[in-house]
Structures are given as structure tokens and as C-alpha cells.
């Protein structure tokens, strides 16, 4: 089945740089990509999305790319604020397992002021 | 605003205790889901459900099962609780197709003593 791997586990920045986090996936018909934050305390919420028909995706500051060759997909965010602070989780969701996500484990993001 | 309700935000119950983790969706979404999230393994499926009285084994569904007598009420039950089902419960739904991705509850956090 589906396997999604994220790195780093653990990401420290200064305010105002960017971060950037990484997750391969192993099942080459895996074609719909989400990713989650997750701030302390409160449930997981979407930010961002990608399909697998498209390279990037872009919505202010955060950024997703998509490679499919090399399955594996990238969160970018720029001008890191404290507010971004928070785990990350992405995923990955194919038509083959129906309607389910496969997680990766999470990124804890700091943004360091 | 809140589109997935979990009854319970902390439950504290006993060795060998059946409990129950209720989850409502007012979305009229067809698929519907429990993950439990542990440090450093992400979250990880247990049970999920396409349709009313339809359930399927996650992941990890030792030791739990689910029921799903209406549409918008998915529930987990720990048949026979035990420390190691100490844990965040987390709840989502999700509509048909490929482009909307999981809502979720604010998850219930469940200690066994």
C-alpha cells in the first residue's frame, strides 16, 4: 500500500525566512496531495492542495510542488510568522484506496521571533 | 461554523471500560473517518466508512470497533479499553470526488488509567 514519508520532523526558523518541508510518497498512482496544519490544541485544518495534473500551486505565502517522477511533493512557505508555528502534516490519496489519506508523521514547525 | 462535532474533548476511563466516541458531520458527507494521532507516528487509521451500516478496517483496528446506524453519526467504541488505547482521537469526513479534502473534529483526548 500507499507509504508517505516526511522530513524534517522538527524545523526551527527566524521570523521572516522561508521553510521548506518534504514528503515522498510511494504509490505511483497516488494523484491528489493535500497538506494539514495543525496549531496546538486545535484539529487539523487544509491549506493547501495539489493534484497530480499540476506542478505548483500557489496561495499567498504558502506553496506546493508536485514531482511526480520522483514522488515526492514540497511545502513552501516565505516570510515565515510566528502564527505559522505548528505541526504539518501532508498526505497522499489515490481513487485505488477509495476516499483515505495515508499521513505522513508530521512536521513541528518553530518560527523563532 | 463547526461542521464536525466530537462529543468529547477529554474523556478519563478505566482499564477494561467499553467506551464510546461519538462524531457527527453536518455535511451530508458519505465518507467518514477515526485516526488516532500519537506523538511522532502522525495519525494513523483506524476504522472508516463510505456509506450508512458500511465500515471498514483501517491501519490499526485491534481492539476497536465502529458503528454507523445514520449518515452523519460515525462511532468509535474501545471494546475493552486498555493503557496502550491512550491517545488523541481524531474524527473527519470527507464528500465524493477527488478534490475536497478532510474535515475534521477537535478530537477527543482519551486517557486510560
Known amino acids: 500500500g500507499e507509504n508517505v514519508e516526511q522530513h524534517p520532523s522538527t524545523l526551527s526558523v527566524q521570523e521572516g525566512d522561508s521553510a521548506v518541508i518534504k514528503c515522498t510518497y510511494s504509490d505511483s498512482a497516488s494523484n491528489y496531495f493535500p497538506w494539514y496544519k495543525q496549531e496546538l490544541g486545535k484539529r487539523p485544518q487544509l491549506i493547501i492542495d495539489i493534484r497530480s495534473n499540476v506542478g505548483e500551486k500557489k496561495d499567498q505565502r504558502i506553496a506546493v510542488t508536485l514531482n511526480k517522477t520522483a514522488k515526492h511533493f514540497s511545502l513552501h512557505i516565505t516570510e515565515t510568522q510566528p502564527e505559522d508555528s505548528a505541526v504539518y502534516f501532508c498526505?497522499?490519496?489515490?481513487?485505488?484506496?477509495?476516499?483515505?489519506?495515508?499521513f505522513g508523521p508530521g512536521t513541528r514547525l518553530s518560527v523563532l521571533p | 461554523d463547526v461542521k464536525v462535532t466530537q462529543s468529547s474533548r477529554y474523556l478519563v476511563k478505566r482499564t477494561g471500560e467499553k467506551v464510546f466516541l461519538e462524531c457527527v458531520q453536518d455535511m451530508d458527507h458519505e465518507n467518514m473517518f477515526w485516526y488516532r494521532q500519537d506523538p511522532g507516528l502522525g495519525l494513523r487509521l483506524i476504522y472508516f466508512s463510505y456509506d450508512v451500516k458500511m465500515k471498514e478496517k483501517g491501519d490499526i483496528p485491534e481492539g476497536y470497533s465502529v458503528s454507523r446506524e445514520k449518515k452523519e453519526r460515525f462511532s468509535l467504541i474501545l471494546e475493552s479499553a486498555s493503557t496502550n488505547q491512550t491517545s488523541m482521537y481524531l474524527c473527519a469526513s470527507r464528500g465524493t470526488g477527488g478534490d475536497y479534502g478532510y474535515t475534521f473534529g477537535s478530537g477527543t483526548r482519551l486517557t486510560v488509567v
Open positions: 498526505a497522499a490519496a489515490s481513487y485505488n484506496y477509495g476516499q483515505n489519506f495515508v
